[in-house]
């Protein structure tokens, strides 16, 4: 992020552009120098920035201790407001076309961490070490929402945020920008503060002097930019430059026989900011471009990466006009003008969720989520919240239409999964939603009154997951647990090789989580820790992630409290119902011998079978204990239920992996004896079942009726008749028949 190699630069090169301040005295000083301003001093905070420094605590591979994150966030807050300052948070609402491919090489770079997480995760049964630490998936999405509830101004851009945050200090005089982004050392905005060394304890962190700055590489505040752009940003990437970087250390050097104390990184700044005083025109105060002989594309491409830095009121000098002010909406058309100024509201604010960019700017965005691209059983949660998300595309955008029509528009979908190279968007179109009538119109849901708008709300809302069944529990169950409940049984519908074992699992976390003390939630102890756990644990985190959304788009029939995973989730927990449910423990024991749980568990799993029965669909018995290959001996409730294992080599028990394979293979098979042929599930032709005795298979003695790697599920449909298809781009294409409607996108 930020401008290449700057920062370290001053740390290394110029340590005295790097000065240790107390925020408190900061404070004191920059209310003695506005006495006219009666508000607290002001620090505008780079949220996206923080999220690595505020999530600290111990467990992140299972999906979040979400309960713990929030104290620790109140925790951070509290000191801040006690020393007097007051805190503004920034997040990003989009990504800039112009930084997309810098985006996608950045999640491509995370995807290949995950996998080391999985390899070390598959090999030791525990969590790596922070060398290899990953956010839980969700984490910048639900950040915004726990820092509202905490009663903080937050806002979510509907730009480049870093551009949106400097704007905002210059505008409202504030004490300073804390981040982790060297971009606002280019920005003549507030002083930049690092989050990275700040010291909560004592308040005291590190802030980098552009004035001193400047002082040490002879150039003015307001040639930064071009400086930025020249060392590579992510507007203009390093590869861009790298001829002109060249030749301007190659003149340096020739100029400066004593090479510089500092590193080569040193050596390369201080070199290109010689070029940027001698391509200056000291009369005109202008950069004289067409002295480095750049093409007119590069030219250009400069000139847009050295606008990007200038604020309003601060003159652009004959840069040309490369505004990236917000336009006119990608589907205004779709939705009424109240609509539209409700959605950017929202949006700004960091109430909504998702509609503003379905509306606004006809594109969607999912970062990395923790998943193992070498599991061949369980379907990425992309394509697993797939058909949610077109219903929500539909109930957006289609209504008075029936989703017949070709012309109507498709969504761009840039979501992150194995497999996926990032180089284009998946075109993703809208579903109606199955309600008796015509779609309901936003403004309805939104800004209609009475008890039959407030039941449209509800219905909309659970047809969007395909659980209309479960409205008869609403006001009779908490909030919480009907959310849960809809996003468990729609995984269900969704997943065909998710088991009742994986069912009892999200269930009985449901219904346990809201008795749990943080202490007791931080206490909870895992023996092992399993891969598919922690797949499914990240999936119901997106999962939530998709009801908020939807339930914006429905005008909230559920409080947005229902729906956050500080309230309904804690992975710890979820793991360890995981581990109990597949090792065979009863009902009693799954529920902590808590009757009323085990009443609530017991009701809530009859709702959830009767929901997928009536939808074709037939949960079975498919215990998994961990994989052979941990190194950590499992507890005795394992050594007891599974002490069978394989008793063949290690290439028969492969080929026979094979033979029962992952929902790969299953898929591949249906697909033949439906006409569609043979499927690729990734790029390359990757195909392929367990591989190497990565998944441990109990031995079929074991259980009677556990053949061939797993029950057969006769309720599953042919493939033909669920409508998947493989595109030539080898993107999955899997949904059930049930759960995606014919039409557009089917």
């Not at 930049?192 to 001193?212: F, P």
């Not at 050295?306 to 006009?321: K, T």
């Not at 710890?572 to 009757?595: C, I, M, N, P, Q």
């Not at 394979?661 to 499927?679: A, D, K, L, T, V």
């Amino acid at each position: 992020m930020g401008v290449k190699g700057l920062q370290s630069f001053m740390e290394r090169c110029c340590p005295d552009t790097c000065v240790t301040v107390d925020l408190r005295e900061m404070a004191r000083q920059h209310v003695a120098q506005t006495p006219a301003n009666t508000s607290s001093p002001t620090l505008v905070v780079d949220g996206m920035a923080c999220l690595c420094h505020w999530y600290r605590c111990q467990d992140w591979i299972c999906g979040g201790q979400w309960r713990e994150y929030m104290d620790l966030l109140k925790s951070w807050v509290e000191a801040f407001i006690s020393a007097g300052i007051r805190l503004v948070f920034f997040f990003d609402g989009v990504v800039e076309e112009q930084k997309r491919k810098e985006w996608a090489k950045r999640r491509r770079r995370v995807n290949g961490e995950i996998s080391k997480v999985f390899r070390h995760l598959k090999g030791h049964g525990e969590q790596p070490g922070r060398a290899l630490f990953v956010l839980p998936s969700g984490t910048a999405s639900f950040t915004r929402f726990a820092l509202r509830s905490l009663g903080q101004e937050v806002f979510c851009s509907v730009r480049e945020a870093d551009y949106e945050i400097a704007r905002y200090a210059l505008q409202h005089n504030c004490m300073g920008i804390l981040g982790q982004d060297s971009d606002f050392i280019i920005y003549d905005s507030a002083p930049y503060l690092s989050v990275a060394k700040l010291r909560i304890d004592t308040l005291t962190t590190v802030l980098y002097d552009r004035q001193r700055l400047c002082q040490t590489i002879g150039l003015a505040i307001h040639q930064l930019p071009l400086l930025a752009c020249l060392l590579g940003n992510d507007v203009v990437s390093e590869e861009k430059m790298m001829n002109i970087r060249n030749n301007a250390m190659a003149t340096y050097r020739m100029n400066k026989p004593s090479p510089h104390s500092g590193a080569n990184q040193g050596q390369v700044v201080l070199a290109v900011s010689h070029l940027v005083s001698s391509v200056w025109d000291r009369e005109e105060e202008e950069a004289g471009l067409l002295s480095l002989n750049l093409s007119a594309p590069l030219t250009e491409l400069l000139q847009r990466g050295m606008s990007s830095y200038i604020l309003p009121g601060q003159e652009a000098l004959q840069w040309g006009d490369f505004s990236t002010a917000s336009s006119a909406a990608v589907f205004e058309k779709h939705v009424s003008a109240e609509i539209l100024k409700a959605c950017r509201e929202k949006h700004v604010a960091a109430e909504g969720f998702m509609v503003y960019s379905i509306v606004c700017e006809g594109v969607i965005e999912c970062s990395n989520t923790l998943e193992d691209e070498e599991d061949t059983e369980l379907l990425p949660q992309a394509f697993v919240l797939k058909a949610c998300r077109q219903r929500i595309y539909g109930l957006v955008l289609l209504h008075g239409h029936d989703g017949s029509n070709v012309n109507l528009p498709a969504m761009k979908e840039w979501f992150v999964y194995p497999g996926n190279p990032l180089q284009e968007p998946d075109m993703v179109h809208p579903v109606p939603i199955s309600l008796t009538g015509d779609q309901p119109s936003l403004d309805l849901l939104w800004f209609g009154t009475g008890p039959e708008v407030s039941a449209l709300r509800l219905n909309s809302f659970l047809s969007i997951f395909d659980c209309q069944q479960l409205s008869d529990l609403h006001g009779e169950v908490e909030d919480s647990l009907l959310a849960a409940l809809c996003l468990i049984t729609y995984i269900a519908l969704q997943v065909n090789t998710l088991s009742q074992e994986d069912v009892d699992a999200y269930l009985s976390q449901a219904v346990c989580v809201r008795l749990k003390s943080t202490q007791e939630l931080q206490h909870i102890k895992l023996p092992v820790l399993c891969s598919r756990a922690v797949q499914l644990g990240s999936l119901y985190i997106r999962g939530l992630g998709h009801l908020l959304g939807a339930n914006c788009a429905c005008g909230c029939p559920l409080p947005s409290a229902a729906l956050m995973p500080w309230n309904s989730f804690d992975g710890r927990l979820f793991h360890s119902k995981y581990l109990l449910a597949h090792g065979g423990a009863e009902k009693t024991v799954l529920l902590e011998s808590d009757s009323s749980c085990l009443n609530l568990f017991l009701r809530l799993r009859e709702k959830l079978t009767e929901t997928c029965r009536n939808r074709g669909r037939v949960l079975q018995s498919r215990p998994k204990p961990p994989e052979q290959s941990h190194k950590t001996t499992p507890g005795p409730r394992y050594r007891e239920r599974h002490s069978g294992g394989p008793s063949e080599s290690d290439e028969n028990w492969r080929q026979r992996g094979e033979n029962t394979g992952g929902w790969r293979e299953r898929e591949e098979m249906r697909g033949r004896r439906s006409g569609y042929g043979n499927r690729e599930w990734q790029r390359g032709g990757h195909r392929g079942g367990m591989r190497g005795g990565q998944h441990f298979h109990p031995h079929p003695e074991s259980y009677p009726n556990f053949q061939d790697g797993g029950h057969r599920n006769t309720s599953h449909r042919s493939y033909q008749s669920r409508g998947g298809s493989y595109s030539s781009r080898g993107r999955y294409q899997l949904a059930p028949r049930w759960s995606q409607p014919h039409g557009p996108g089917t």
